[in-house]
């Protein structure tokens, strides 16, 4: 499978903004799960669905750019590889 420089760097890109929502998300849940009667808890709670909003949203571009990698290389490759099979 080939993929363009570009195309690469924008998954790469989405893959650490994940990445980091991941990491901020586990961090809102670990103070709502130590301490149930803190008085910013329900920020916490917002902060949290954003952060798995956001997980959500660049798991779908990466999931996006990855389809349009396949569907490239296929129409690309495509008649080699039904000549083999």
Avoid: C, Y
């Avoid at 349009?68 to 490759?77: R, S």
């Amino acid at each position: 499978m080939v993929i363009d420089r570009e195309t690469f760097t924008e998954m790469a890109v989405h893959l650490k903004l994940a990445s980091d929502s991941i990491l901020k998300t586990a961090r809102h849940l670990a103070v709502i799960s130590e301490e149930a009667d803190r008085p910013d808890l329900e920020e916490h709670w917002l902060e949290a669905l954003d952060g798995l909003t956001s997980i959500n949203a660049e798991m779908t571009v990466m999931e996006k750019l990855l389809r349009a990698v396949m569907e490239a290389n296929q129409a690309e490759n495509g008649p080699q590889e039904n000549q083999a099979q």
